[in-house]
């Protein structure tokens, strides 16, 4: 069964303000993992403690970040290093993105997404492999 991470309540207003008004590259990304496009289910603009992640897939515990510019402005990496090792210690992966890759290279950007999904999911129990599903 999967743990619910506490988030602070009085981020859902502005989460869902950002959900209104999502970027470019955060477009680009949830056109093409929306709707379990890649077989996993991820919500966008999310509060986590006291934190909103860009995606977040609650089953594998795996968050999505599309850094813009501001992101790259002094100051702002260590805000984000921070950031992500919070998120970390709550069990959460965090995989960043700049803009600028979705934007020029989002088969590149799907494909890493994808070597996460692959290295977070759960294996199969071995009591369970081979066990048809007939009864």
């Not at 950007?109 to 070597?115: A, G, P």
Request: glycine share 6%; proline share 4%.
């Amino acid at each position: 069964m999967r743990k619910i991470i506490p988030y602070n309540q009085d981020l859902v207003a502005y989460a869902k303000e950002l959900r209104n008004n999502m970027t470019l590259g955060e477009i680009a990304i949830w056109r093409e993992i929306k709707g379990k496009k890649l077989g996993v289910r991820f919500s966008r603009q999310i509060p986590i403690d006291r934190y909103i992640v860009d995606f977040y897939c609650k089953d594998l515990y795996l968050a999505i970040e599309v850094d813009g510019s501001i992101h790259f402005k002094e100051g702002h990496q260590e805000k984000d290093m921070k950031r992500q090792n919070q998120l970390k210690s709550l069990g959460v992966t965090v995989i960043r993105f700049s803009d600028l890759d979705v934007k020029n290279n989002l088969d590149w950007v799907l494909k890493e997404i994808k070597i996460e999904i692959e290295k977070l999911k759960p294996t199969p129990s071995p009591s369970q492999e081979g066990k048809s599903s007939e009864l």
